[in-house]
């Protein structure tokens, strides 16, 4: 369940080089030497993200022209560029579309390179092993729920499910089970068969029932002992995960504005208003007011940049990843307060979400 990168370089002592400090962290490696075999890769198989050579001498046309293959074919997973050019030379050669690319390493004498290709691919690729659920991520491999209570205190606190084998492995697969259909139901007897490897599809006693609730109970006390997350919602004898009640809040429409918790956008004239013990006005640049509007409309649901790109530009915008990067962390910038970030990033990915920002003093903006 480790991250696929596809490395594009028709030098296997760079690969070499490059795939050992990739596997060094526990990635899975794939190996192309063309542009052409690449995009050949990718077309039938996923990855997280590409590191490329820009100038392959064995190819039809070098790495910018796989990139810009990849993007007009709607496949935004993270690039990072090498080559043995300068950053700058290379804007010159190849223009816009070398904005393409998510990042540029140059080659340098040296290893140095080789950790910053890793670190900067790493730092973009959102795992296809985590289930994120703002405050949740599910770490599918080490079998650990990590819980950020930035909305309540200052911790991010890991909770061990167990592994295969252990007491707490049937705790880990009911989480994954909920977290994997976010939103829908999952019944007790579909729980049971899930947990237990020997149990008969076409019996679900009592005792079954009893065993799942105890289960359930104990996953409760786990992941939420403060109780105010309520992360696992009952109904009848069905469980379904939903997102917490403070990263869903009621999103309400008002002429040219939209409302979530305490935070206001005003779409005529670009600007957010925050409201805390002390108001605050931010102004924004008219990309940031439409990414806003996107992260609000869809509050407390996590989005990756692809998709967040997808809904900001749309499907065929070719309008680069890194332009959207540049666009993000400046509202980011802008909106975060010494006492609420309400646009929020998940470490160590590339995904974001909205966050309500609750009211002060039950005021309210004036309609508009």
Known sequence: MSARVLIIEDDPRDFELLRGAFEETEYEVEWATTGEDGLTFVRHNPIDGAVVDLTLKNAHYGGMSFVTKCRQEGRHFPVVIVTNMTIEAARVRYGSIFDHADDYVEKELGTDWLWKVRDKLRNKITPRWMFVSP??????VNELLYIDHASYVDIEQPVSLGR????GAPGFRVLECLMGRSGAFVSKADLHRLTREDADPEEFDAKAENRIEKL????????????MINPIETQGNRYRWRLPDRAVPELRKRGGSLRVGGCQLEMETKSLIILRKRTR???????ECRILAYLMGCAGVVRSRARIHEGVYGNNDMTPLRELDRHIWSLKRKTDGPDDEPVRHIEGTGCFYFSATEEADGRTVSES
């Not at 295969?164 to 007491?167: E, R, V």
Request: aromatic residues 4%; charged residues 40%; proline residues 10%.
């Open 216 to 227: 359930m109970s104990t996953l409760r006390d786990k992941i939420d002992r403060s109780k």
């Open 164 to 167: 295969p084998g252990s007491s």
């Open 135 to 140: 405050p949740y991520r599910l770490d599918r």
């Open 281 to 287: 006005v931010v102004d924004l640049e008219p990309v």
